[in-house]
């Protein structure tokens, strides 16, 4: 058989791992450029494609040269697990996303109350669990390089001539210059995601060039291929269900429900599909696209499985070659050798991406999980900015080198797929705490701990011991017998249940113990408050938006909550990165400067988020723990729990708001009304007590009382009006407004007041104005506002107002400049506020002071923005802009 | 008025319909020593469902008339 030489194939695949890095970091500087290129269903469905590993390329030919279709349920249980895309998956992501969970331990432990505990452990099974998996790529990688080139590294070789052991570090090190070169908080990696869309096309199209080449150029099509496998009594069962799994003539229904439903529980729960499918997705919707187009790239990839393994079993007869590398070995044998290298790029293909998911993603639970909370305990108030790379760079050394001594203690036993399986055992585990997670408010952290713990026991009981006993690690007499010769305790027939495979035995045994734990144990007890207020933040996730936490009262154990909280994220961010985070909150929260910042129960949660991507959201929580006690479950968060209508959860939502503004109200308003009623007592009392008042006095204050009456039902009004408009309550039209003719009215109402002070007003607009749609009253309302308030302010007699309106594609600009006394510097903030007025004391003119704040909540309201511009000396020019059409929510229309 | 199954509803529908029609029993039907166009019915009988599987799910979803609420998941 021909061989390539091993430099060939060393340079060939070195060449493409470096092609890999380079679009890694192509796609990384795009997206620091904003050009972000995995912003597309497309991309998304090809990432999800590392879902096929090596465990695809290699061992479902090898299983298919076995066992005929049964390497089929592998991919049958991901597509019905993609069908639910759009609910199951899409509320993960939702939860992860709102959550800013950034592995599938944060997910567990975030759920049932950030517990440290369940970290640990979700860390620990999804390390232990995806070693065999790893083992499975490293074997796959080793043994074609033994084919292709024809040298034998493993066979009685010292360890380190061992080319696996090799293989195993070059993968380390490339996973470490791929994945962990920065550190991103939210673990988001769009140079990883490129290249590995970018290997789900390079191992498809490899496998379905090496179809084509063994269906029609050693055969004459695949109907050829089926019809000489039909006419070999050997190969015939192959094409059956029964029988094909050595001899037994009834279909084994119970282990292919098994692999189904196993498959499709990897797919959504192994950490590097957790991280492809819900940590890095950039758009909600792609999930739509991939729900039908990544079965569909699975259908592709299986389509020439069984060509490729019986053209293998017929051309080599059986027995003779391995059927796990006949990818290789049926082009080598027609001499095609540079389509035997293509493959091997495939194959690669196939294993590196998994290989660097997986590897980031377990680095990140265990650098979040294991190693950071223990460093916070032993270093406490140091910068620990600088630990998590070295950490996660360590880790992923080790998951390499944990996998080679799998790979050497059961590698060489086991099939390909036999080894993948026992990984898939160990992530099915996390199925019945993170799914009844999503759906189940009574589930608890006991109930989960319970149930995870019991579900890895007994898959190590009943599987991954007897795979290392298999190789001879383990007294003989250990499978047979059981431990000490107690037959009960026989791993693979635990209790005596005979009759099964070892992978279904295994799996009823440990998901009956894990869901049945889980389920009993919640039972036993009432979730605290803690774990109920995640768990309705994750069952109810999509009741929930856009609320974020009720802004609880919050009891600080530091005497300046904000500078210790700013101390905390320079330690785990650092320090440049934590001060970007607090420069942006105080830019979104509208305190403009960081120092300006109100620490309440939002700053809390935003800083624990932030910091939940660089520590693990358990770890987060501690930390934040010291410088703020648990946030005290508000009357508000009660009331939600209490009540699981969501009627009455809509009905209580709306009373809380009143509530506030009734605060808002009594506290602020209670001043302004004081003011005009002090007076019109002031003035009832002195003509009550002097009888004999000259009649024109008492005419003059009766002008004044009633003066100042017409204010205070003024003020109750517009008090009433921001009331309706800031619950939401307002009376909202929309209708196409002529804003020429708006400008003509308005002029027309306070052309009065005008006149009084003697003021020209001018006005500049284009002779032709889209209409805009809007509420025709409510803008009325805004200019006529803008306008008095230019009457008021213009020096009397000579008073100039100029009111412009201008548009562009966007929309439409209206600005009223006077040539008043302006706004001093100090102040320009403040007249957008309630109850505050522009002007001293001595000047300010008879207003409400709502005016201006009703305005730009009406602006708002249509998607516009209204300001003031003001220099010292040139008067004021209040302006607002409105979009052409707008969107708002809660549109009666 | 009758409003349109949201597409939620519909792909659950087809998850269940698929679940059931490649599992044991109803997929021993094909298991017969028969060929079609040369290819033996077990085997186009897998890749056909599943063909047709992924074609019902590519039209539910890229339809546009289905309602695409926020509905819990």
Known sequence: MHTLPLAWVLGASIAYLALLFTVASWADRRAASGRSVIGNPWVYTLSIGVYCTAWTYFGSVGRAASSGLWFLPIYLGPTLAMLLAWSLLRKMVRIAHTQRITSIADFVASRYGKSRALAVLVTLIALVGILPYVALQLKAIASGLTVLTGTHGAAGAPWWQDSTLAIALLLAGFTIAFGTRHLDASERHEGMVAAIALESVVKLLAFLAIGAFVAWGMFEGPADVFARAAADPALAPLLRLTGSTGGDARFAGGQWFALTLLAALSLLFLPRQFQVMVVELVDERHLRRASWAFPLYLLLINLFVLPIALGGLLHFGRGAADPETFVLSLPLSQGASWFALLAFVGGLSAATGMVIVEAIAVSTMVCNDLVMPWVLRARPGRDLSRWPLPVRRAVIVLLLLLGYLYFRIAGEAYALVSIGLISFAAVAQFAPALIGGMYWKGATRAGALAGLLAGFALWTWTLLLPSIAKSGWLPQGFLADGPFGIALLRPEQLFGLAGLDNLTHALLWSLLANIGLFVAVSLARAPSAREMRQALRFVDVFHHEGQGAAPGHMRWHATDPLAELRQLAARFLGADA???????????????????????????????????????????????????????????????????????????????????????????????????????????????????????????????????????????????????????????????????????????????????????????????????????????????????????????????????????????????????????????????????????????????????????????????????????????????????????????? | MRTAPTRRARLLGLAALGAVGFNFPLITLWDRAVTWFGLPLMTLALFAGWAVLIGAAAWIVERGDARDEDDDG
Not at chain 1, 746 to 774: H, Y
Request: proline content about 5%; hydrophobic content about 40%; some cysteine.
């Open chain 1, 578 to 893: 934590a001060a970007r985070m607090f420069a942006d909150y105080a830019q979104r929260s509208g305190a403009g400067r960081v120092e300006r910042i109100e620490p309440d129960a939002q700053l809390v949660r935003h800083v624990e988020t932030q910091l939940a991507g660089a520590i693990g959201s358990a770890s987060a929580h501690a930390v934040v723990a010291t410088v703020v006690e648990e946030e005290s479950l508000g009357p508000a968060d009660l009331l939600r729990m209490l009540d699981e209508a969501s009627q009455v959860r809509a009905l209580n939502r709306q009373l809380e708001g009143l509530d506030r503004l009734k605060d808002d109200f009594i506290s602020s308003v209670t001043h302004e009304l004081r003011t005009p009623l002090t007076s019109i007592r002031a003035f009832a009392e002195l003509m009550r007590d002097d009888p004999d008042m000259p009649a024109e006095q008492r005419q003059e204050f009766i002008g004044l009382v009633v003066a100042e009456t017409e204010r205070l039902s003024r003020l109750v009004n517009q008090v009433l009006d921001m009331a309706k408009m800031e619950a939401g309550h307002g009376q909202w039209r929309r209708e196409a407004v002529d804003l020429r003719e708006l400008i003509e009215h308005a002029l027309q109402t306070t052309s009065e007041l005008f006149r009084e002070r003697g003021a020209i007003v001018t006005v500049q607009q284009p002779d032709q104005v889209p209409s805009l749609m809007a509420d025709r009253d409510r803008l009325l309302q805004v200019l006529i506002n803008l306008l008095s308030n230019a009457a008021k302010f213009v020096p009397k007699g000579s008073g100039r107002v100029l009111v412009t309106l201008s548009t562009d594609a966007k929309g439409a600009t209206i600005e009223v400049q006077d040539n008043g006394p302006g706004v001093p510097p100090e102040q320009q903030q403040l007249v957008f506020e309630k109850f505050r007025q522009g002007g001293d004391a001595s000047n300010r003119p008879q207003g409400t002071g709502l005016g201006l704040p009703i305005s730009r909540k009406i602006v708002e309201h249509f998607g516009g923005r209204m300001w003031l511009k003001s220099a010292p000396g040139q008067g004021a020019c209040f302006g607002f802009e409105l979009p052409w059409m707008h969107e708002t929510p809660g549109d009666p229309s």
